[in-house]
């Protein structure tokens, strides 16, 4: 079984700065891609940005240039750093991993989700 556990969200003012954080635990082999997606109240839940393993990145235009996905594959790790936030970053933000736990097995796992709220 395998777990991730986010946190680093919070209270923001317009403009200002957080730094999300996902770490995988439990029995991992290896770990493919690693996405951050959040869910605004009344909205879908949307990608923000992912990683693969050779850290390649991909991200929403909504926050490209403003948000930057990295990860530590020894901590089995990933990271959101977002700056300039605006209001309408506003959401609980999920973190996903593609977890291969033996050599045939691969499978996707969620945190719990940690919530950004960006007001003044």
């Known amino acids: 079984q395998v777990q991730l556990v986010e946190s680093g969200g919070g209270l923001v003012q317009p403009g200002g700065s957080l730094r999300l954080s996902c770490a995988a635990s439990?029995?991992?082999?290896?770990?493919?891609?690693m996405t951050w997606y959040r869910q605004a109240p009344g909205k879908e839940r949307e990608l923000v940005a992912i990683?693969?393993?050779?850290?390649?990145?991909r991200y929403a235009d909504s926050v490209k240039g403003r948000f930057t996905i990295s990860r530590d594959n020894a901590k089995n790790t990933v990271y959101l750093q977002m700056n300039s936030l605006k209001p309408e970053d506003t959401a609980v933000y999920y973190c996903?991993?593609?977890?291969?736990?033996?050599?045939?097995?691969?499978?996707?796992?969620w945190g719990q989700g940690t919530q950004v709220t960006v007001s003044s």
């Open positions: 439990g029995t991992i082999l290896s770990i493919n891609t």
């Open positions: 996903n991993a593609v977890v291969w736990t033996g050599p045939i097995s691969e499978k996707s796992y």
């Open positions: 990683i693969t393993s050779g850290s390649n990145s």
